[in-house]
């Protein structure tokens, strides 16, 4: 103390404030050599750096008006925030979208609305909505599974997503009814609070995995075994964000517990490959599936962005030849999210969900296969006019990622890359991860999927429908080039959907599979 009040008495403050910015005009021309501006400009080239860094939150504070941004804007993340909180996520004064630009989509309403008779069940519970199909009925699987939520948490490993996040969001699952996929991490503790899972693997096979970075079906037959939350088991064969991209998980980042969650050394680099060791052709494919469906009795999918069609079709003559198949296809799209992936996979490879999924699907429809698959849709789908489209184009539950993100609190910061997400969402930080506050977060996700869930069952029935599932290519709309004007999707893609089987949701209801039961 005494020795800086003598310095304080040698020169008064703004002559240290002047030293300070002698040094580092010094080391900015003489000593650092990496930044030309810094050099050129000393001091001031500092500026430049910083304002930079902040400039996304600026833009999105500030400067981007309400429809602006990507990959959700205002207005998107809005409703989300105010669905999940039950606020008020109503807009006033008409719409702020113009309405007549290309590829805007509309539901045709009916003249008048489908009336809920006296003792229906969404009379009772405004926000069911169970998926219309069960997964594994058709291929006789001993535990065949109706996801009870047409809305569900898509593919997040605990790893890229704190275990903060997975926790709220296994609890929100379970308030909400619906179902959370592992993601590609392996089966963690804070998948297991009570919610339905689904297992998800990719190439690095994490926690069914041989010490050689192999499928081990061993590992697979006892973890179903222990944990019968798990209600079906995925695939991945790709995700829109980085098709066919294989990644390194870095030893630095290998604790003890991703190690035992995983399956893996602790410290040690792991790398996810490019592709599976398990399979690398579509019959091989077929027999991995009907191999862990027969060993686990569960219903088993696949995941994939969609790019060529050879090998789907293939896989779809197949089915066509066996008899077998898949019980579930997760279809997700290019503008898919991710924790990390370069900018050139993201923004180009894999062909966005509308154009993917629809190629697809017709690929089974010409096969007349769609009644045997339920249909998974994924890609910024959140919305309930957008699962309205994406349902009449023949998905039967929709997986939200980012959505569900938000719901518990994600201010798309876009960093979850570098671990500093600020929300303690897609961070390992223990620091960060802190601030979330599980038992309020697991509420707003499950508030989000029935405010999401209400809101497409009232558009279902402006429609004229008592279920999503009814909804076809003729119900909805689309602005395509001026020329043509604006069409129906069945137009626009050449296809309409296979008629869904469904008689009622009382049927829905009253299912022995409903839930996994
Ligand atoms: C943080 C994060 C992690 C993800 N991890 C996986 C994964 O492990 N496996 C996978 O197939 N997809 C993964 N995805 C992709 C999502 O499951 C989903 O398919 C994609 O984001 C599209 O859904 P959305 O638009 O609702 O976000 C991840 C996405 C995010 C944002």
Not at 94 to 106: L, S
Not at 327 to 344: L, R
Not at 388 to 412: K, L, P, T, W, Y
């Amino acid at each position: 103390m005494a020795y800086q009040i003598v310095l304080a008495t040698i020169l008064p403050w703004w002559a240290w404030m002047l030293i300070a910015l002698v040094l580092i005009a010094i080391w900015d021309i003489f000593i650092q050599k990496k930044h030309t501006i810094k050099h050129n400009y000393p001091i001031v080239g500092h500026l430049r750096y910083w304002l930079e860094s902040i400039g996304p939150e600026m833009r999105q504070y500030f400067v981007a008006n309400n429809r602006e941004e990507l990959p959700f804007n205002r207005i998107e993340r809005g409703w989300i925030y105010a669905s999940a909180k039950k606020e008020n996520n109503y807009e006033g004064f008409g719409t702020d979208r113009d309405i007549y630009a290309h590829q805007h989509v509309f539901i045709k309403n009916s003249m008048m609305a489908y009336k809920i008779p006296q003792g229906h069940p969404n009379e009772l519970d405004p926000s069911f909505v169970p998926c219309a199909k069960v997964m594994g009925a058709f291929n006789n699987r001993r535990k065949p599974y109706r996801p009870a939520s047409i809305v569900n948490v898509s593919a997040m490993s605990f790893g890229s997503l704190s275990a903060a996040a997975v926790e709220a969001m296994n609890i929100g699952v379970k308030k909400s009814g619906a179902y959370h996929n592992t993601g590609e991490g392996g089966l963690s503790p804070y998948h297991k609070q009570g919610g339905d899972v689904i297992f998800h693997f990719g190439t690095g096979y994490f926690g069914v995995r041989t010490p050689d970075g192999n499928f081990s079906m061993e590992k697979m037959r006892k973890l179903v075994d222990e944990n019968p939350c798990i209600k079906a088991i995925e695939i991945k064969l790709s995700q829109g964000a980085k098709p066919g991209k294989g990644g390194v998980l870095p030893g630095a980042k290998i604790t003890h517990e991703l190690a035992e969650i995983r399956g893996v050394e602790v410290g040690k680099d792991v790398l996810s490959p490019a592709t599976h060791k398990a399979f690398s052709t579509v019959p091989e494919l077929m027999a991995l599936i009907e191999q862990i469906a027969d060993e686990t009795g569960l219903p088993v999918g696949i995941k994939g962005a969609i790019g060529k069609l050879d090998q789907w079709e293939e896989l779809a003559n197949l089915m066509l030849k066996t008899g077998k198949g898949p019980d579930f296809i997760t279809v997700d799209g290019g503008e898919g999210g991710t924790g990390a992936a370069p900018p050139s996979f993201a923004d180009h490879v894999s062909l966005p969900w509308v154009y993917g999924f629809s190629s697809v699907y017709r690929v089974f429809l010409e096969r007349q296969l769609t009644n045997r698959i339920v249909f998974i849709g994924s890609g910024k789908l959140g919305f309930p006019a957008k699962a309205a489209m994406a349902f009449a184009m023949g998905a039967d539950c929709i997986n939200v990622a980012r959505e569900a993100m938000m719901s518990i609190g994600c201010i798309q910061a876009q960093v979850c890359h570098t671990n500093r997400c600020p929300t303690g969402i897609a961070t390992q930080n223990k620091w960060l991860q802190n601030g979330i506050n599980v038992p309020l977060k697991s509420d707003r996700l499950a508030q989000y999927f029935k405010t999401f869930r209400k809101e497409f069952l009232e558009i279902t029935h402006a429609s004229g429908y008592e279920h999503p599932c009814q909804f076809t290519m003729d119900d909805v709309q689309v602005n395509l080039d001026d020329n043509e004007l604006n069409k129906s999707l069945a137009y626009a893609y050449g296809y309409n959907k296979a008629k869904v089987a469904f008689k009622g949701v009382q049927e829905l209801k009253d299912c022995s599979y409903l839930g996994g039961k």
